[in-house]
């Protein structure tokens, strides 16, 4: 593993491309570092875009190092799952391969079927991801939390939109990337929902 310094210099450079106009995705820039730290890198990365700042080392506040602490764990565990040779699945994998539907496997967590087919598209920071709800996936997918973790920060399926879109030259907008919370808002859920997440997301409005 690379010490932190490393890392921090690395997320100075991909905030430089981007305050540089140019428009490049995590996976994209990760793919050009060593091999062995690509997972933790993205994971970090992931973790100080949502942080929003990196020009100087801060102080984090208890629930900051936890979040961190959260990511380098995700990390770890997709990395180890890539070391152990066995094929990393993303979340649609594993759901596919249990034969259930978004609908369905969203009905047994008690999560809004959008939020949980955002969450397939890789469009929730993974380090805002309830502990519990990886455990849940865990047990409605009939796997452990680790495969979990490291499905979360596997690439996303490519979707038949997204490859006529390339093979056509035209640009979607990309959607954004938010937390967990905001994730849970945006997607109306029902007052079931909300009381069944009500302890991790306390200020999701009812």
Same mark, same amino acid.
């Given at each position: 593993?690379?010490?932190?310094?490393?890392?921090?210099?690395?997320?100075?450079?991909? $905030?430089?491309?981007?305050?540089?106009?140019?428009?490049?995705? =995590?996976?994209?820039?990760?793919?050009?570092?060593? !091999?062995?730290?690509?997972?933790?890198?993205?994971?970090?990365? $992931?973790?100080?875009?949502?942080?929003?700042?990196?020009?100087?080392?801060?102080?984090?506040?208890?629930?900051?190092? !936890?979040?961190?602490?959260?990511?380098?764990?995700?990390?770890?565990?997709?990395? $180890?799952?890539?070391?152990?040779?066995?094929?990393?699945?993303?979340?649609?994998?594993?759901?596919?391969?249990?034969?259930?539907?978004?609908?369905?496997?969203?009905?047994?967590?008690?999560?809004?079927?959008?939020?949980?087919?955002? =969450?397939?598209?890789?469009?929730?920071?993974?380090?805002?991801?309830?502990?519990?709800?990886?455990?849940?996936?865990?047990?409605?997918?009939?796997?452990?939390?680790?495969?979990?973790?490291?499905?979360?920060?596997?690439?996303?399926?490519?979707?038949?939109?997204?490859?006529?879109?390339?093979?056509?030259?035209?640009?979607?907008?990309?959607? !954004?990337?938010?937390?967990?919370?905001?994730?849970?808002?945006?997607? !109306?859920?029902?007052?079931?929902?909300?009381?069944?997440?009500?302890?991790?997301?306390?200020?999701?409005?009812?």
């Amino acid at each position: 593993m690379k010490d932190r310094s490393y890392f921090i210099e690395a997320a100075l450079r991909y $905030e430089e491309l981007l305050e540089s106009g140019q428009v490049i995705g =995590l996976d994209a820039f990760v793919v050009n570092e060593p !091999a062995e730290v690509r997972e933790e890198l993205r994971a970090f990365l $992931e973790f100080n875009l949502m942080l929003g700042e990196l020009d100087a080392p801060v102080a984090l506040t208890p629930e900051e190092e !936890a979040t961190a602490d959260r990511v380098m764990a995700l990390a770890r565990a997709a990395l $180890e799952r890539e070391l152990s040779g066995e094929p990393v699945q993303n979340l649609t994998g594993l759901r596919k391969a249990q034969q259930l539907t978004v609908r369905r496997l969203a009905l047994q967590l008690t999560l809004p079927v959008d939020l949980l087919a955002r =969450l397939e598209r890789g469009k929730v920071h993974v380090a805002t991801i309830p502990e519990r709800l990886i455990e849940r996936l865990a047990e409605a997918l009939q796997t452990t939390t680790s495969i979990i973790q490291a499905a979360l920060l596997a690439p996303p399926p490519v979707s038949a939109e997204a490859r006529l879109s390339a093979e056509d030259g035209i640009i979607e907008p990309d959607e !954004a990337v938010v937390s967990f919370a905001q994730a849970f808002a945006d997607s !109306a859920p029902t007052d079931k929902e909300r009381a069944a997440w009500a302890d991790v997301l306390p200020n999701v409005r009812r």
